[in-house]
Structures are given as C-alpha cells and as structure tokens.
C-alpha cells in the first residue's frame, strides 16, 4: 500500500513562509501529475497546486503568486514554498496524484496554521 509522509508544517504569522516536503513508500511519482490538496476544518479537500513529469504547474487562484510546486523524480520529492501566508491558508496539507479521482491512499498530512 502507497503510504505517503508529509513534512514541513507548523505554526507561522501571517506574512511568513514554510516549505513542506513530501515523499512516499512503494509509489514512484515520476509517471503521474502530482499536486499538493489542504483542507481546512469543516470544509472539503481542495487542489491547491499541481506539476505534471514535464514541469507545467497550475495553481488555485487562492495560492497564486505566493505558492510554487516543485518535484524531484529522482528523489521522488513534492515540495510546496508557501510564501506570504495568511489565516486562510490554514489547514491540513496532503500530498497525492492528481486528478483527487486518482488518488492513492490518503497520508497523514502536515499542519499549518498561520496566526499571530
């Protein structure tokens, strides 16, 4: 079973920035779009940026400007460089394949709260 670690988070003042790495067992990213997803409490997973093999990104608007996806297939490493953070940007954040529809088996995540 793909089991996916997460790494990274933690609690930052708005303005901040955090850099979150993931890696995972008996999965190889190398084939696959890979995307890093949060959810807040009492709201739904959401996609919040994505790198296909060839190196084309694309992010919620919500992140835009401030976040970068960056992948390491060699390593097998998904990092997100979370930038100029804010109270919104609060949540639990996972890494997994994109489309959610083709998503393995969900990790552990790493919190992120941003507050002064």
């Known amino acids: 079973q793909v089991q996916f670690v997460e790494s990274g988070g933690g609690l930052v003042q708005p303005g901040g920035s955090l850099r979150l790495s993931c890696t995972a067992s008996?999965?190889?990213?190398?084939?696959?779009?890979m995307g890093w997803y949060r959810q807040a409490p009492e709201k739904e997973r959401e996609l919040v940026a994505s790198?296909?093999?060839?190196?084309?990104?694309n992010y919620a608007d919500s992140v835009k400007g401030r976040f970068t996806i960056s992948r390491d297939d060699i390593k097998n490493t998904v990092s997100l460089q979370m930038d100029s953070l804010k109270a919104e940007d609060t949540a639990v954040y996972y890494c997994n394949r994109v489309p959610i529809a083709v998503a393995r088996t969900w990790g552990q995540g790493t919190q992120v709260t941003v507050s002064s």
């Open positions: 790198m296909t093999t060839g190196g084309v990104t």
């Open positions: 008996r999965m190889i990213f190398r084939p696959f779009v």
